[in-house]
């Protein structure tokens, strides 16, 4: 997905470096830069299995 507008939320400090939080203003999606490099992305919707 592409997200063109995105809200910085703040870091957290990890091993080596910082996490950075980021929350799409248009899907409320969750986006975790890892100090790795490595975008995760978290749904705002709730799924019930």
């Known amino acids: 997905m592409f997200y063109d507008r995105i809200e910085f939320l703040g870091e957290q400090k990890g091993e080596k470096g ?3 939080y980021f929350r ?3 899907c409320g999606n969750a ?3 890892s100090e790795e490099r490595i975008i995760y ?3 705002a919707k709730l799924r019930l299995i």
Do not use: A, G, R, W
């Open 18 to 20: 910082t996490n950075k």
């Open 24 to 26: 799409c203003q248009k």
């Open 31 to 33: 986006l975790i830069l």
């Open 41 to 43: 992305e978290v749904s």
